[in-house]
Every structure is written in C-alpha cells, then in structure tokens.
C-alpha cells in the first residue's frame, strides 16, 4: 500500500484550483462531552460546518467557492440549478451567485407535504430574488437527475435566447454534470477532510470514523478522498438522507474517483472505501418522524446544537444507532460532521411540535 500523503502535499494540489472567498475557515471541531457519555459508546466529536458563515452556512458553501470561480471563469451572468423545495444547495447557490453578480434560476420540486409557503430555505430565495420553477414530485422520493437536467437545459436554452449565458450545475454540485466538468464539490471537501484532520491532530486525536449525511454524494466522495489520501485506515460513513444504497453508492465511487483523477493522487479508489447506510432513511426524503424530532431534541438539549430534520437528524440517528449496536469500539474517535441545513427547521415547526408533544 502507498504511504498516506503530507497534509501541505494534498492541499498544494487542491491549490491548483482557483476558488472565491465565501466561509470562514477552518470552522469549529470540538468534542461532543456530554452527549458521549450519555451514549456510553465511542469519543464523539464534531466539526461545524454548518457553521460556515454564507446564508445560515452549510456544507454547500465550501462547494461554491470553487464552483462560483468555476462560472466567473466561463463568464456566466445566470445559473441554474435545481433540487428539493427546501435545498440548501439552491439558497446558498442563489445567495453565492448574488455576491457575484449571477442571476439564479431556481427549478425545485415538492416533494414532501411541506406547503410551498415562503418559509425557511424558500423565503430565503425569495428573498434573493431567485427566479423560482416549481415542479411537483412523488412524496419523499427525489427527482432524478436524468428528467431533472433535461429541464435545466430547456431553461438553459431560455437564457441564452435572452442573449445570457447560463451555467448548469447538478444537485448539489457534486456529479460531473452540466458545464460543471470537474468534480469541483468533492475537492472541497477533500480540502474540508484535511483541516479536520490537522485540527484533531492539534488535539493529539486520530480520527477512526467520520460519520455524515450523504444526499448527492460530493461530500463523501471528498471525504472518501481526503482519508485515503491522508490516513491510513480512518473509514468515511455516509448516512443516506434520500436515496437507497446501490445505486447511490456507485455515484459516490464515480465523484471519487473523478476527484481523485483531478488531484493526480493515484489512490485507486475501491467500491470498499464506500460505505452508505440507506437504513436511516425513515419514511423518505425530507420525511419528518418522530425519531427526528426526538434526536433535535435530544442534541440540543445536551449539547446547545441544532440539527436540521432532513439531513443531519437522520445521520445523527443512525451514528446513535451504530453505537447501539456496536459498530464501534468504545475506544474509537468518531467525527460527526455537521453539514448544515438548519433553515429547514422551521418549516417543519408544526409537525416538530406535534411529534414531541406525543407520548412514547
Ligand atoms: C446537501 C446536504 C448534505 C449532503 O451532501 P451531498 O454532498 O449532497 O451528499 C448533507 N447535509 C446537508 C445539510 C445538506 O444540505
């Protein structure tokens, strides 16, 4: 096996690619006390990248900033993109744009029986002036990406009848899609691997296991980069928060090894290195229960932190669930990485409300 790469190795590579200055770094990683011992597992930590400062923050803002320099380089005034009705990813690419001087189009569909009212992440876009393209879709399913970009190019062709020039990007920014033709969401999260990384290391801690959402699988795939690039055995557990695992995994291993290409590391990726738990999903995408509204609570309560209920709640359930069962060691550092999400809170105030107020 090939020797893990120097930190200042990787980021030098990761430097090759231009980028604009949207968060604040490195964002904070501190050890979960209370919660850890409440659980009686593993040491568990985690790092706050929903606290990354752009529009409430969130994993999407570390994609931007190379994906906006990316449309700035190809001289795009209009981007367009699209996902659920309360995507993080297309407020904190409207508000990215904004800053730049892009117009964002905005296709979202509605997904869940969530009201398109102009709340959370979607009053926020209004707010921004985005132009907004609703589509109706199956209750906690996705759109997928195939029927997805076929309407982004008919709102691509639009724009350039207008005399613009459009810049498509996938869901997420993570799939090598549209006129995104590197996989520039995923390096951003191999640069986020790396201060994770030096920050543990500066608390003299090695991580074993970084456990996180996964939606459209750039974060992971980034992750999955960054800890075989930089260790030699931390492992990268994504908890699905929409899609089942097969397919879903094969897309993490595509952007992975994309990422690895663009790096030049020659890690040779493996199907292995992709680990997705779809266990977690509760009733589907976006999809509130009662296991979500308790583990809001409960991190909160314990620890003064927010989760959001579509992503980091059910990844925070199934860490809670693999330390029941005994998927870790009780030795084991594990990292749980924040991505963000928090707007989409309160949209769900009601069915929040309700579920806790129930009896068990
Ligand atoms: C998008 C998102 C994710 C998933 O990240 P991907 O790179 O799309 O897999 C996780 N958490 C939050 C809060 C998100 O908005």
């Known amino acids: 096996m090939i020797m893990p790469y120097r930190i200042q190795d990787v980021l030098g590579r990761i430097d090759r690619f231009p980028r604009v200055d949207l968060i604040h770094r490195p964002t904070p990683l501190r050890k979960l006390e209370r919660l850890s011992a409440r659980l009686g597992g593993p040491e568990i930590y985690i790092k706050r990248d929903d606290l990354t400062g752009l529009a409430f923050g969130g994993n999407k803002s570390r994609k931007l900033e190379f994906i906006v320099r990316d449309m700035l ?63 109706q879709a199956e209750k ?34 993570s799939l090598v899609r549209g006129d995104m033709d590197k996989p520039l969401g995923a ?21 074993d296991y970084v456990v996180h959402s996964t939606g459209s699988g750039g974060t992971q795939a980034g ?8 260790t030699t055995g931390c492992r990268i557990i994504g908890i699905s928060a929409s899609d089942p695992k097969g397919p879903f995994s094969d897309d993490v291993l595509e952007i992975a090894r994309a990422t690895d290409e663009a790096l030049g590391l020659g890690l ?19 999809i509130v ?69 129930e009896k068990d």
């Open 187 to 207: 390096v951003s999260y191999v640069a986020s691997f790396a201060e994770l990384l030096e920050q543990m290391r500066s608390g003299g801690v090695e991580p």
């Open 289 to 357: 229960d009662k296991a979500v509204a308790q583990v809001i609570r409960l991190v909160f309560q314990t620890e003064g932190i927010v989760l959001d209920p579509v992503y980091t709640a059910k990844a925070m359930i199934g860490l809670i669930d693999l330390i029941k069962t005994g998927f870790f060691k009780s030795t084991d550092k594990v990292l749980f990485l924040h991505t963000g999400g928090t707007p989409a809170l309160f949209p769900n105030r009601e069915k929040i409300v309700g579920l806790l107020e």
């Open 73 to 135: 380089d190809k001289k795009a005034d209009v981007v367009i993109t699209w996902a659920g009705i309360q995507s993080n990813w297309c407020m904190q690419t409207a508000a990215a744009a904004r800053t730049f001087g892009i117009n964002p189009i905005l296709v979202l569909f509605k997904t869940t029986d969530l009201p398109a009212a102009a709340d959370g992440n979607l009053l926020l876009d209004v707010i921004l002036g985005a132009d907004i393209r609703i589509l």
């Open 140 to 173: 906690g399913k996705i759109v997928k990406s195939a029927q997805a970009m076929d309407l982004l190019d008919e709102a691509g062709r639009e724009v350039r009848g207008q005399g613009h020039r459009p810049y498509l990007v996938p869901v997420g920014g």
């Open 268 to 286: 040779e990726v493996l199907a292995d290195d992709v680990v997705v738990f779809d266990e977690y999903l509760g009733e589907g995408y976006g």
């Open 223 to 230: 992750l999955v980069v960054g800890a075989k690039a930089l």
